[in-house]
């Protein structure tokens, strides 16, 4: 697998998608989703000079992390289960997975114990599909939204969402523009909330994300392959 081809391909394109969009230089970050992978494939994107990685399993990542250079960010992608937050928050550097009001506040206690403020983003079911996990944007929203901001350990870097299942590109771009507004609403709202992240985009989709507005795009089989 030529990862390191794959992780200059990926970063080229980005670069030439900020530029072609009028986007900022450099605004938009690659997260490499590592999910299955084995750690030589981490480490071989490392020295690459991939520094962000995402896993989907807190169990997958605590046997993997403590390979990594310290240097190496830790985001948590996948659904994260109420008896798994307190592994969750010693492990990962960034919980982009974060559905319900509940799972925040026990990220805030896990972390008080620790005595640490863990980065998150709150996950947002934009295209409403039922198969999905996140929150619904609607009017509870800003309430559950307002309620978060203001717990003590946690610090809220961004909204992240998946674009919806289909291959219909406008469709998609949609729900990556949905996204943008309600990121753009709160900024609004909520003065001391500025400059904040959209985890957007994905494989099949980041070059659409980036165009709606993304500031991470999650990239897993293009870099190191299908997964099984
Ligand atoms: C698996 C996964 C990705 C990466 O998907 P690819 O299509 O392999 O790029 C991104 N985001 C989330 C939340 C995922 O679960």
Same mark, same amino acid.
Do not use: W
């Given at each position: 697998?030529?990862?390191?081809?794959?992780?200059?391909?990926?970063?080229?394109e980005i670069t030439n998608a900020e530029l072609r969009f009028?986007?900022?230089?450099?605004?938009?970050?690659?997260?490499?989703?590592?999910?299955?992978?084995?750690?030589?494939?981490?480490?071989?994107?490392?020295?690459?000079?991939?520094?962000?990685?995402?896993?989907?399993?807190?169990?997958?990542?605590?046997?993997?992390?403590?390979?990594?250079?310290?240097?190496?960010?830790?985001?948590?992608?996948?659904?994260?289960?109420s008896n798994k937050v307190s592994k969750a928050c010693k492990?990962?550097?960034?919980?982009?997975?974060?559905d319900s009001l509940k799972i925040a506040k026990k990220i805030?206690?896990?972390?008080?114990?620790?005595?640490?403020?863990?980065?998150?983003?709150?996950?947002?079911?934009?295209?409403?599909?039922?198969?999905?996990?996140?929150?619904?944007?609607?009017?509870?929203?800003?309430?559950?939204?307002?309620?978060?901001?203001?717990?003590?350990?946690?610090?809220?870097?961004?909204?992240?969402?998946? &674009?919806?299942?289909? %291959?219909?590109? *406008?469709? #998609?771009?949609?729900?990556? /523009?949905?996204? !943008?507004?309600?990121?753009?609403?709160?900024?609004?709202?909520?003065?001391?909330?500025?400059?904040?992240?959209?985890?957007? &985009?994905?494989?099949? %989709?980041?070059? *659409?994300? #980036?165009?709606?507005?993304? /500031?991470?795009? !999650?990239?897993?089989?293009?870099?190191?392959?299908?997964?099984?």
């Amino acid at each position: 697998m030529a990862i390191k081809e794959n992780i200059n391909k990926i970063n080229i394109e980005i670069t030439n998608a900020e530029l072609r969009f009028d986007r900022k230089q450099g605004i938009v970050k690659l997260l490499a989703v590592s999910k299955t992978k084995p750690i030589e494939l981490l480490k071989e994107a490392y020295e690459c000079g991939q520094r962000i990685f995402g896993e989907n399993k807190v169990q997958e990542a605590e046997l993997k992390f403590p390979q990594m250079p310290s240097d190496t960010e830790f985001h948590m992608i996948g659904h994260l289960q109420s008896n798994k937050v307190s592994k969750a928050c010693k492990v990962f550097t960034c919980i982009q997975s974060v559905d319900s009001l509940k799972i925040a506040k026990k990220i805030n206690n896990c972390c008080k114990e620790l005595g640490k403020t863990m980065f998150i983003y709150l996950d947002i079911n934009i295209s409403t599909d039922e198969n999905k996990t996140g929150f619904e944007n609607n009017n509870d929203f800003l309430n559950i939204f307002e309620e978060i901001l203001s717990l003590s350990n946690i610090e809220v870097k961004g909204l992240m969402c998946i &674009g919806a299942y289909t %291959d219909n590109v *406008e469709v #998609i771009k949609k729900s990556f /523009t949905d996204l !943008r507004e309600l990121l753009d609403l709160l900024h609004l709202k909520f003065p001391s909330f500025k400059e904040k992240e959209l985890s957007m &985009g994905m494989s099949s %989709d980041y070059i *659409e994300a #980036i165009e709606m507005g993304s /500031t991470m795009v !999650r990239v897993g089989s293009s870099i190191f392959g299908h997964r099984n």
